[in-house]
């Protein structure tokens, strides 16, 4: 079945740092991928989508491109601040893929990223 | 405001009392579905509705009940709560299943004693 592997951290690091947080999955269709945000004592929000193989995603400075051969969405921002603490989610939507995350959402497990002033 | 609201936000309850979690959309989303969130687990889902009377089961859907008599509302009933349900639950909406984002929820803290 569907599957997202991302690291789970907690990844620490200082404002100005460059971040990335590895992102790869497995899927037995055509899917959509998606990064997810949790502010704390919120709920998820979309940070940004990528729908067919090398789109690249972006917003608020967060970037991720869509790499169908090394299977891969990698969440990338050049210079973090403090506001950008927060769980973030690797996601995959895989319309042909009827069997469990049953509307076609797979999460991967959240990676907590810490940004120290 | 285009939301979903989730109520209550946080419950401390007994071990067989049952309990209702409700959720309402305003976006006139024909999808909507539950999540349970634990450490290390990520997000799986319990149960999602694909429209009014039409539900189904997620991955987890053991010892949950839902129903989907109206479009805006889809709760979440625990019959008899355990103490593995512990957890946070996210409802989330979206126009159907093949359209993402998922609008989620602020969330609701059970915890079960």
């Known amino acids: 079945g569907d599957s997202v592997t991302q690291m789970e951290g907690p990844v620490t690091l200082s404002e100005e740092a460059f971040l990335t947080i590895n992102c790869t999955y497995t899927?037995?269709?055509?899917?959509?991928l998606f990064w997810y945000v949790q502010y704390p004592g919120e709920g998820l929000q979309l940070l940004l989508k990528a729908t067919k193989a090398d789109d690249k995603g972006s917003n608020k400075g967060f970037e991720a491109t869509y790499r169908k051969e090394t299977t891969s969405f990698h969440l990338e921002k050049g210079s973090v601040q403090v506001s950008d603490s927060a769980v973030y989610f690797c996601?995959?939507?895989?319309?042909?893929?009827?069997?469990?995350?049953?509307?076609?959402?797979?999460f991967g497990k959240g990676t907590h990223l810490i940004i120290q002033p | 405001e285009a939301q979903v609201t989730q109520n209550p936000r946080y419950l401390i309850t007994v071990t067989g009392k049952k309990l209702t979690v409700t959720c309402s959309q305003n976006m006139n989303h024909e999808y909507m579905s539950w999540y349970r969130q634990d450490p290390g687990l990520g997000l799986r889902q319990i149960y999602y509705?694909?429209?009014?009377?039409?539900?189904d089961k997620g991955d987890v859907p053991e010892g949950y009940k839902v129903s989907r008599k109206e479009k805006r509302n889809f709760p979440l009933i625990l019959e008899s709560p355990s103490p593995n349900q512990t957890s946070l639950y996210f409802c989330?909406?979206?126009?159907?299943?093949?359209?993402?984002?998922?609008?989620f929820g602020d969330g609701t803290r059970l915890s079960i004693l």
């Open positions: 509705s694909m429209n009014v009377e039409v539900t």
């Open positions: 899927a037995t269709g055509y899917p959509s």
């Open positions: 996601a995959l939507s895989d319309k042909w893929y009827s069997g469990g995350g049953a509307d076609g959402l797979t």
């Open positions: 989330a909406s979206s126009l159907g299943r093949d359209n993402q984002p998922q609008h």
